[in-house]
C-alpha cells in the first residue's frame, strides 16, 4: 500500500460492493442471483488486494521480489512499470496546484449550474475559471465565455431546441 | 444489376448534398459526448417528411457512417468516447496522444472506420439473401455467451493491476444492475430515488470517468494533454492510416466480427467495440502493452464498430426486427417514407436496399476524408494548455451530458463519477472495465434468466451455445498456453 489514500480508497470500493452484496439478500432469488454471483468474488479480490498490499506483507513480497525490482531498476524502468507505458505520472511529474481546487470549481459549476442554470452559470464560471485561476487575458477569458454562450444557445436552444435547465432562482422567480 | 441501380439511384446531385450534409451532421453530434447517433436521429428525421426515400436515407444512414468515426475523435484526444459505441477506442487512443501521436491515432480510426464499414455494407449486401436461418439461430442463450466474450476483456484490459481491475468490473457490473431488474421486475439499488429507476446512464458515467477526471488530473499537473511536441507534419497521420494496412488481417477480422455482433439483435455497437479490442489483445503477441498506446487497440475497436452498422442493418431491413437504440428509431424512417420493412424489401425494393449499401460505403469514407483533412487542426488542441482548455472541457462535458436525457441529476451524477474516476486515475484502479461492467451487465442478466426460463441450464447446450462456450475456453486458455510455451522457450 502506497499511501493511506490508497487504502481509503480500496475500501470505499470494498464499502461500495459490500453495500450491493449486502442489499441483494433482500430481493427475490432472481433479482439477487446474478448481484450475488457477481458481488461475492468482487469483494473477494478487493480484499485480497487490499490484504496483499497491507505494509507487512507487501515488504515480505518485496523481499521476494527485489531482485527483480533491481534488474527493473537498472535498466531504468519504474518498478512493475510496463515496456512502452508512460511513467507513474502521479509520482513523476510536479503538482502545479493540489487536486482539490478542481474539486472546488466543479463543485461550484454543478452548485452554480442547480441555482442560476446552464445559460448563466456555465460561460460565468467558465469566465472567472480563465480570469481568476488560469490568470488569462480578459480578452481570452471574455471571448471563451461568449463562445460557449453561444454554442449553447444558439446550437443547443435554437438549433437542437433542447431544454437547458433554468436553475432554481429563475424558476423561483418567474416560474415554469 | 440491382447493385449498380442502387448506385444510380444515389448519384443525383440533391441526393449526394444531404449525404454530405449528413456526415458532417453526424460528425458532429458523434465527437460530442451525450449528442450520440440515436440523438441525430431522433432530430433529423421530423426533417426527412417532405423527402422521397433516396435523400432521406442518405442524411439518415449516410450521414450515420460517420458517427462512430466522430465518435473516436474525442475517445483519443479527450479520453472521452463520444459515443457509447467507442469506449474501448480510448483505452490506447488516449495514451497515443499523451505521446504525441495523435494524428496517427486519429489517422488509423479514420482508416479503420471507412474500411470497417465497407466491410460491413458489403456483407450487408452479399448475405442479406441467405442470413435468415443463421439469424434465427441466434437466441437469448447465444446473445448472453456473446457477451461473456465481451466481459472476458476486463482481464485483457487490467493487466498490471489484475485484482484492481476484476474489482473496477464487479463495480460496473453491480451499477448495471441498479433500477428495475429487466426480467424479475424488482426494484433494485435505488434507495427510494425516483431517478435511479431507470438505472444508471452510460454517457454520465464516462463524461465523469474520463472527461472530469482527466480534467482534475490536467490542472493538478498543468502542461498539455500531448506531453511530447506534436510533429509539424501529417507523417503521423499518414502512419497511422498505413498502420491499417500493416495490421490489414486484424481489421479485416474485428470488421467481421462487429458485422457478426451488429446482426444479432440487441448485442449492440458497444460490445462490438469492446469485444474487438479483446480480440486484439488476446491474439496480439506483446499483450501487456495494450492500454499504453497500441495503434491495434485504436485500429480493431474501431473497424468493429463501423462494420457492426451494416450487419445491424440485416435483422431491421430483413425482418423488422431493430438491433439497436438507433435502428429502432431508423425503422420509424423506414415507415414514414412508406416502405414496410420485412422480406417484401428483399424482393420489391433490392435497388433501394442496395443504394443503402453504398450510402455506408461513400458516407463512412467521406467521413473520414473530412476526418483526415481535420486531424492536423484537431491534433493541436492537446497542446494547448490545460490550465486554458480545463474550463471549457469541463462546461462542454456537463452540457454533453445533461443534454442526452435533459437530466438535471445526470450533471450531478457525472461530478459524482469524475470525483471517483480520478480516485481510480490516482490509485491505478484501471477505469475500462468499470464502464465494459456497465455496458454489458444488463445485458448479461437479461439473457442469461431469459435462457435459464426458455431452458433451464440446459441453454448451455444448444448447437451454437457450445460452440461459444468451445471458443471461450480457448480464448480464456490463449494466456495459459502463451505462458507455457514462455516456459518451454
Redesign the interface.
Known sequence: MKSKGELVFGLLVLGIISLFVFLSLGYSRTARFLPLVVGIPGMIFILVHLISSLPGVASRRGELGSEKDATEKKAGKGVGQKEGEPADVEAETEVVSPAWTMFVWIGVLVVAIVLFGFLVAVPAVVFAFLKFRSKASWRYAILSAAGIAAVMYFGFVQLLEVFLYRGLILILIAGR | MALFEGLVMLLNPVSMMYLMLGVFLFLIFGAMPG?SGPVAYA?LIPLTYTMDPVSAFALLVGGHAAVMFGGSISAILINTPGTGQNVATAFDGY?LT??GRAGEALGASATASAIGAIIGAFFLAVMIPVLRPIVLLFGPPEVFLVTIFGLTTIAAVS??AF??G??????G??LS?VGF?H??G?E??TFGILYLWEGIDLIPMIVGLFA?AE???L?????AIS?KEIPRTATGIIKGVTACFKYWFLMLRSSVLGTIIGIIPGAGGAIANVVAYGHAVSTCK?P??F???RIEGVIAPEAANDAKDGGALVPTIAFGVPGSEGMAILLGAFLIQGLQPGPEMLTKHLSFLFSLVWMICIGATMGSIIGLVAARRLTLLTMV?S??L???I???A??GS??SR?L?ED??LT?VF??FG???R????PRAPLVIGLVL?HI??KN??LSLQLYGWRFLLRPVAMVLLVMLAAVASIPLVRKLRGREA
Do not use: C, W
Open positions: 449528442l432530430i495514451p499523451q505521446q493487466k498490471g485484482l484492481k476484476l474489482a473496477a468490473g464487479t463495480l457490473l453491480l444492475f431488474g426480467v424479475s424488482q433494485r439499488f472530469l480534467v482534475i488530473h490542472s493538478r499537473t498543468g502542461g506531453r506483446n501487456d502493452e492500454g499504453t498506446g494548455p490550465s486554458l480545463a474550463p471549457l469541463l462546461a462542454v456537463l452540457l445533461y443534454s435533459g438535471l450533471v450531478l461530478a469524475g470525483f480520478y480516485g481510480m490516482k490509485y491505478r484502479y451487465g448479461v442478466e442469461l434468466q
